[in-house]
């Protein structure tokens, strides 16, 4: 079976500071990947995804990068930390169901920025 | 307007009740439809897919209406376990990404 793992689970890092955070999924091969963001109270904030290795999609500008070293990984970073990027950061991916294809989260990392 | 939207709730209902969820969703090119549950402080959990036809699974029933482009979760005989926040989420073939309402609360009170 397939399972997705991010670290850390809680990160508190002061403004300015660098970011980095990793995503990993075992069980499967070629999965497509994505990084959300979700604001306390709010919904999810789509940031990037990945179709493969190297190929990443940006969806919201900000200081915010992401890249996909091998298959099954993806990482988050960020060189200057803002008090705005504190969120909880989900890591997600998906495959094909029975007839469709289907999102699954990881535990995510919840990140509080001082 | 955005592409995904729910009423936020709270639904405040007793156990044993029924509730109804709805979400509506902008892109007529829309082909996949979730709904996904939330609880406080956790990732959200793949609850069911949305089948064209309409499905079941156990007490939650979910339908899609195309004309109307909403998609709808009824969850019959309310628990206290299904106090959660309810997500949706819509994606179109090819464009890889999936749009999530920002979810309705549901509270079951004892």
């Known amino acids: 079976s397939q399972t997705i793992h991010q670290w850390p689970a809680t990160l508190v890092q002061p403004v300015g500071s660098p970011l980095s955070l990793e995503c990993t999924v075992e069980?499967?091969?070629?999965?497509?990947l994505y990084w959300y963001r979700q604001a306390a109270g709010r919904g999810l904030q789509l940031l990037f995804y990945?179709?493969?290795?190297?190929?990443i999609s940006s969806e919201v500008p900000q200081n915010l990068s992401a890249s996909r070293p091998q298959d099954r990984q993806f990482i988050l970073s960020s060189k200057k930390l803002l008090l705005s990027d504190s969120g909880f950061y989900l890591c997600?991916?998906?495959?094909?169901?029975?007839?469709?294809?289907?999102?699954?989260f990881g535990p995510g990392t919840r990140l509080l920025v001082l | 307007r955005k592409e995904v939207e729910q009423d936020p709730g709270p639904f405040n209902v007793p156990e044993g009740a029924t509730v109804a969820f709805n979400c509506t969703y902008s892109?007529?090119?829309?082909?996949?439809f979730f709904w996904y549950r939330q609880d406080c402080r956790k990732e959200p959990k793949l609850l069911m897919s949305?089948?064209?036809s309409g499905n079941e699974d156990g007490r939650f029933t979910a339908q899609l209406n195309r004309a109307s482009q909403y998609i709808s979760l009824l969850i019959r005989d309310s628990k206290l376990s299904d106090s959660a926040t309810y997500l949706c989420?819509?994606?179109?073939?090819?464009?890889?990404?999936?749009?999530f309402g920002t979810g309705t609360r549901l509270k079951v009170l004892a």
């Open positions: 997600a991916w998906s495959a094909w169901g029975k007839t469709q294809e289907t999102q699954y």
């Open positions: 069980g499967t091969s070629n999965p497509n």
């Open positions: 990945s179709v493969g290795i190297g190929q």
């Open positions: 892109n007529s090119a829309s082909q996949s």
């Open positions: 949305v089948y064209s």
């Open positions: 989420a819509v994606s179109t073939s090819g464009t890889y990404k999936y749009i």
